[in-house]
């Protein structure tokens, strides 16, 4: 929706639990609105709010993403041109996780080939539009392929994927679209933000990033419903 100020607005799902977000178990926490700086600035550290440190960042100032103020909400962005990412340290324990819950909040700018994150163990490219398709391998030792979820990438929306020993989905706005009930759990010890495989910038997300959340385990109805209302009224 575009507002009467012109700003860009998103209706991302209200949920009825007044719970507030989940704590237990937090591994990542990137909000766009902790980032600081002026509207254009280059993002070398986006900070993380989990309590961890496990910030993510980008040495290389030609890769390093913007902050774009008042877009959503009229709240901040971190903008990727499709040539920019950040990597992340080894947020989950790779080599002892045993299940993850991811949430991003994003909005692609384009339809062409990119990656949005690489989380996966499995050893080749995600990608988040791929023509009719998505490839993602977050939180497992295998990559799935499925088709485009039911709103465009090219509108606002909260894209979620969980992952444990025998299951594997893939939400948009709270909703199933994906599932798998065959996996195997592995996460990668290097994972990246806004490409599509570490150290390659070659398919890299081109759009907006205004939140991400990182669990260690698949969340409950209960903690879901509460990750989504505290997004939704943002």
Same mark, same amino acid.
């Given at each position: 929706?575009?507002?009467?100020?012109?700003?860009?607005?998103?209706?991302?799902?209200?949920?009825?639990?007044?719970?507030?977000?989940?704590?237990?178990?937090?591994?990542?926490?990137?909000?766009?609105?902790?980032?600081?700086?002026?509207?254009?600035?280059?993002?070398?550290?986006?900070?993380?709010?989990?309590?961890?440190?496990?910030?993510?960042?980008?040495?290389?100032?030609?890769?390093?993403?913007?902050?774009?103020?008042?877009?959503?909400?009229?709240?901040?962005?971190?903008?990727?041109?499709?040539?920019?990412?950040?990597?992340?340290?080894?947020?989950?324990?790779?080599?002892?996780?045993?299940?993850?819950?991811?949430?991003?909040?994003?909005?692609?700018?384009?339809?062409?080939?990119?990656?949005?994150?690489?989380?996966?163990?499995?050893?080749?490219?995600?990608?988040?539009?791929?023509?009719?398709?998505?490839?993602?391998? +977050?939180?497992?030792?295998?990559?799935?392929?499925?088709?485009?979820?039911?709103?465009?990438?090219?509108?606002?929306?909260?894209?979620?994927?969980?992952?444990?020993?025998?299951?594997?989905?893939?939400?948009?706005?709270?909703?199933? +679209?994906?599932?798998?009930?065959?996996?195997?759990?592995? +996460?990668?010890?290097?994972?990246?933000?806004?490409?599509?495989?570490?150290?390659?910038?070659?398919?890299? +997300?081109?759009?907006?990033?205004?939140?991400?959340?990182?669990?260690?385990?698949?969340?409950?109805?209960?903690?879901?419903?509460?990750?989504?209302?505290?997004?939704?009224?943002?």
């Amino acid at each position: 929706d575009i507002g009467v100020t012109g700003v860009q607005t998103c209706a991302l799902p209200i949920y009825s639990s007044a719970a507030g977000l989940p704590a237990t178990g937090l591994r990542l926490w990137l909000k766009a609105d902790s980032v600081g700086g002026v509207d254009g600035s280059t993002v070398a550290t986006w900070s993380d709010q989990s309590g961890l440190n496990n910030a993510a960042q980008q040495p290389t100032t030609g890769s390093q993403p913007v902050m774009a103020a008042n877009v959503l909400n009229g709240r901040p962005v971190v903008r990727f041109s499709g040539s920019q990412w950040l990597n992340l340290p080894d947020v989950m324990n790779a080599a002892s996780a045993m299940a993850g819950e991811m949430y991003i909040v994003a909005k692609s700018a384009t339809t062409d080939t990119m990656g949005l994150s690489n989380f996966g163990a499995y050893n080749n490219y995600n990608y988040y539009i791929n023509g009719g398709n998505v490839y993602e391998s +977050f939180g497992s030792t295998v990559r799935y392929q499925f088709g485009l979820p039911p709103q465009p990438q090219t509108d606002w929306h909260l894209y979620n994927v969980s992952s444990k020993a025998g299951e594997w989905v893939a939400r948009q706005n709270g909703r199933a +679209f994906y599932t798998s009930a065959s996996n195997t759990v592995g +996460f990668r010890t290097n994972p990246v933000l806004g490409t599509c495989y570490p150290g390659d910038g070659s398919y890299a +997300f081109k759009g907006d990033i205004a939140e991400v959340l990182l669990y260690d385990h698949v969340l409950t109805d209960t903690e879901r419903e509460a990750v989504g209302r505290y997004l939704g009224i943002k």
